[in-house]
């Protein structure tokens, strides 16, 4: 199996950036693993039309066999063992390739509900979009952890 | 009103430490606040023994006055919103000093959970008690965004 995760837009806070590199270097341990960053829409004063245009480049990224998880606030809720749960099982299912995708500030487009296999939330807090990266990270990192009983869960 | 974020252990990972400065420095815009690091227990192989060993710290760094308020996985997940109504809330009942506390990798022996007035959980998923931190601090620094309606909240 392969897992890609999408961004929308650049990575700004260096920070950040340093976590996900280092999450993202532990996670290529485990499987074949790749981080995208899409185009993010700006100067335009309209939200919807901002989604709409990210649509179009994030719906480009993903091939119709994708197994397609969005990351969102109305997605559903897990604990960190019902995610390693779900890897799990997409791997026993021979899923061959899963995406995550991160949306812009602005959320997702109505058309990206639509695609979107599952929606996933990873908490009932609202995270920029920059730090969801990160939180994501560790999780997708804690996860196969979980799964190969590793000791990083406890710390 | 002023607020303490109390740490268990130093930030040993670099970038957390940027993003937790960078929410430190905005948080203060709006009021007094601090960063405690506490001694994190090492080298014991109980987690029990571990656990009480920080809560002495714990308690010592907790006046009787101080509203505490622990950071934990049984704690009650709120709303970014919801999260910064109860700061108001705080406020507007003249607390003096709200004080939120971040355990050790094994998180808190039953002291602490009694000395509680509240506990909070900033997510279903298990978070690294370091990475907690900084998304504590996103929270910490978006309520006070929300309470000012200013721009921050959808970025």
Not at 3 to 29: A, P, Q, W
Not at 93 to 100: C, E, I, L, P, Q
Not at 125 to 153: D, G
């Amino acid at each position: 199996m392969k897992i890609t995760l999408l961004l929308t837009g650049k990575t700004t806070e260096k920070y950040i950036d340093e976590g996900v590199k280092t999450y993202e270097t532990r996670v290529k341990r485990y499987l074949s693993f790749e981080i995208v960053a899409l185009p993010e829409a700006r100067n335009l004063a309209n939200p919807d039309v901002i989604r709409s245009k990210e649509a179009i480049s994030q719906l480009a990224a993903i091939d119709n066999a994708d197994y397609l998880i969005l990351l969102c606030e109305r997605g559903k809720q897990h604990t960190s063992q019902q995610f390693a749960a779900n890897l799990q099982q997409f791997m026993n299912r021979s899923t061959k390739h899963v995406k995550f995708l991160i949306g812009g500030a602005y959320g997702f487009a109505p058309a990206m509900y639509e695609r979107a296999n599952e929606q996933i939330s990873l908490s009932s807090l609202t995270f920029s979009h920059q730090l969801v990266r990160l939180v994501f990270m560790e999780q997708l990192y804690r996860a196969f952890t979980i799964l190969h009983n590793e000791p990083y869960h406890h710390n």
